[in-house]
């Protein structure tokens, strides 16, 4: 689907915020006619930030389909031909993702889980273990040398995350470590924290309607800028399933074209 829009025109990198000038509709006879007029500049930056939100939201929803048609294939291969027990590949990789409540419930527990362990190994106990030490020089209090290394494997933890998400696009179209990669994937280790003490603080946990907002709020702004970088070196537009095995290319889309065709 991206490849259709003007930002993918070459059909292989773009950015989401392609968006330079404003649909000529809305500046006619249309509701917000008085309001594109009146505040072009503003109804432009609104328009595009809206449209680069569609299409974070597209890519993420394309991230969680793909993850799960591997998952499934997988599951079909390993029960079927490998003898694995069902129960052992039971479990989803995703909880719905868009029902999270706060951002630890949506980092522990709705998000896919499948590199938890790698990154508690390579960065979250590392980081827990040298801050506990540094701690526990100036302090012999075992709570508080306890609390700053659990803030150490939060912090480890999702800076892990940010290196293998940095480094994983380095061959891919320029070439390099995506910077924006690593700061925001290492930046939600920070706001997880900074919900911790509004929890500690308040007694409260955060929750419910405010709570959601917060959580789409930290992932989705912070994950644009990253989005963006990513589709503008082509991750977003690559083909990901060969059209000799897509269902899709095969049977869907010719009979789409036939229809269309027939009614043109």
């Not at 007029?37 to 432009?44: C, D, F, G, N, Q």
Request: glycine content about 12%; some cysteine.
């Amino acid at each position: 689907m991206l490849k259709v829009l003007p930002g993918f025109s070459d059909g292989y990198r773009g950015s989401i915020f392609f968006v330079q000038a404003l649909p000529s509709f809305l500046s006619r006879n249309t509701t917000l006619s008085p309001l594109v007029k009146e505040y072009p500049t503003e109804i432009l930056l609104v328009f595009r930030y809206l449209v680069s939100t569609g299409i974070t939201f597209a890519i993420g929803f394309g991230v969680i389909a793909g993850f799960n048609m591997v998952y499934s294939l997988l599951t079909v291969f390993c029960v079927g031909v490998l003898g694995h027990n069902p129960e052992s590949w039971a479990f989803p990789l995703f909880d719905h993702p868009w029902r999270a409540t706060s951002l630890a419930d949506f980092w522990g527990r709705r998000w896919h889980q499948t590199l938890r362990q790698t990154f508690f190994i390579f960065g979250g106990y590392p980081l827990q273990y040298i801050l506990s030490a540094i701690t526990g020089i100036f302090t012999s209090n075992e709570k508080t040398k306890k609390n700053i290394g659990r803030m150490g494997l939060v912090l480890g933890t999702f800076t892990a995350s940010g290196l293998f998400h940095g480094f994983a696009i380095y061959p891919m179209g320029k070439g390099g470590i995506s910077s924006t990669g690593i700061i925001y994937f290492a930046s939600q280790g920070v706001f997880v924290l900074v919900e911790r003490g509004w929890s500690y603080i308040t007694g409260k946990k955060v929750g419910g309607v405010l709570g959601r907002l917060w959580a789409y709020s930290i992932v989705i702004i912070g994950l644009e800028p990253c989005i963006d970088e990513w589709t503008s070196r082509g991750l977003a537009t690559g083909l990901i399933i060969p059209s000799i095995l897509s269902p899709t290319r095969l049977l869907l889309f010719p009979l789409l074209i036939r229809l269309l065709e027939q009614w043109s």
